[in-house]
């Protein structure tokens, strides 16, 4: 399976913003399952109340350290530190595109490197309560269905916002650069998938 799942990313040329930015973080799209009903793994963030992204859902994952010896490197050590899954290099089946950062609509100097792993393995999940409140699994087909889209409203900087989202069933739908990157993903699986 992981073989047939990394033929899907094979001549893939993702768009590498690290030519223009040196700091970034890197994330981990954790996939298992059979390939017509795959599922992905996500966290709810923490809650901090000074923290922004307090309860958010996202992608296991953090900012690149002076000692991590590539992108990969950073995206296993978050992942292992975040959720305890030790992932290895074989489990990643491909890169999707760098995303660059933003807040209140105004680009940052700092991007976001999505890899893309496939697993076979049972493993169990040990959060960092400091960081992650939960880790989760959905079916693709969950995040597919037009049954969960739904927007998510909030204010920022005096400006009453309403951006694109999908329901998870959680109080915080998922949306941003979660959103975008899971989008990301989905319309390469669909374009490759036959």
């Known amino acids: 399976m992981n073989k047939e799942l990394s033929k899907l990313f094979t001549d893939l040329s993702p768009l590498d913003l690290s030519l223009t930015l040196n700091n970034y973080a890197c994330v981990s799209l954790i996939l298992r399952g059979p390939l017509d009903d ?5 966290i709810q963030r923490a809650i901090h109340p000074e ?3 307090s309860g958010q859902i996202a992608f296991p994952g953090g900012k690149k350290e002076d000692w991590d ?3 990969l490197a950073t995206a296993l050590r978050e ?5 305890g899954i030790i992932l290895t290099p074989d489990e990643m089946i ?3 595109d760098d995303i660059q950062a933003r807040k209140a609509g105004t680009l940052l100097e700092f991007f976001i490197r999505p890899f893309v792993f496939y697993t076979e393995r049972e493993f169990e999940v040990r959060l960092d309560h400091n960081e992650v409140a939960d880790f989760f699994w ?3 087909k969950h995040l597919e269905s037009p049954d969960y889209t739904t927007t998510y409203e909030f204010m920022r900087e005096q ?3 309403r951006l694109p989202a999908i329901s998870l069933g959680k109080d915080i739908p998922l949306w941003g650069l979660s959103y975008m990157i899971t989008q990301n993903l989905l319309k390469h699986l669909n374009s490759r998938i036959p």
């Open 69 to 71: 010896t590539s992108a």
């Open 38 to 42: 795959l599922q992905i793994g996500f």
């Open 51 to 53: 923290d922004r992204w």
């Open 79 to 83: 992942t292992q530190e975040e959720v």
């Open 138 to 140: 959905v079916p693709l």
């Open 94 to 96: 491909g890169r999707l």
């Open 159 to 161: 400006l009453q916002l």
